[in-house]
T-cell receptor, first 111, second 114 residues
């Protein structure tokens, strides 16, 4: 099994729908992150969490929310999806000593 | 605040010739620097990282990078390109061990000509 698992791998949804992307990890890391990747823009940080009670906004948090259900689970929600949220989304974990582990990504298309 | 600029959006080289991907960074503190690679329809793979030890960092698949504080640069090189090196490369900077996340450059698309 992968250290960081993202579900679903691909998703097509309609404008206005609520959608949740899930991330789970077996690394035992406290720190978890959500990034989005757009062509020509690299990856940008959406939200990050140091533990269940510590959630922080990243560079582009508008339109997104997160939930840290447990140390191993960190979910990203789009309350009302819009087409410009079409992107590749990555979850990552960190041990805090520069060691990051990325999931395989979720490709989200909003039509 | 930290930032990173990848100076070329696309680089094209012939197989067997050297590769140079350029990256400049800005950081208020003593930064950590990384290079990641993303092959088509794949996730991110760490090539190498600099964390204030040796300034010349060797990574996987024959890549290396040199941290030059005076030039605020962290260029990625490889002596001889291989077809399998064709991918998107990201230069990444982080302060404080990356606790507040990583800051990615916009990427350089490396094309290998046969």
């Amino acid at each position: 099994d992968a250290d960081v698992t993202q579900t679903p791998r691909n998703r097509i949804t309609k404008t206005g729908k609520r959608i949740m992307l899930e991330c789970s990890q077996t690394k035992g890391h406290d720190r978890m992150y959500w990034y989005r990747q757009d062509p020509g823009l690299g990856l940008r940080l959406i939200y990050y969490s140091f533990d269940v009670k510590d959630i922080n906004k990243g560079e582009i948090s508008d339109g997104y929310s997160v939930s840290r259900q447990a140390q191993a689970k960190f979910s990203l929600s789009l309350e009302s999806a819009i087409p410009n949220q079409t992107a590749l989304y990555f979850c990552a974990t960190s041990s805090g000593d520069y060691g990051y582990t990325f999931g395989s990504g979720t490709r989200l298309t909003v039509v | 605040a930290q930032s990173v600029t990848q100076l070329d959006s696309h680089v094209s080289v012939s197989e067997g010739t050297p590769v140079l991907l350029r990256c400049n960074y800005s950081s208020s503190y003593s930064p950590s620097l990384f290079w990641y690679v993303q092959h088509p329809n794949k996730g991110l793979q760490l090539l190498l990282k600099y964390t204030s030890a040796a300034t010349l960092v060797k990574g996987i698949n024959g890549f290396e990078a040199e941290f030059k504080k005076s030039e605020t640069s962290f260029h990625l090189t490889k002596p001889s390109a291989h077809m399998s090196d064709a991918a998107e490369y990201f230069c990444v900077v982080s302060d404080w061990g990356g606790a507040d996340g990583l800051t990615f450059g916009k990427g350089t698309h490396l094309i290998i000509q046969p």
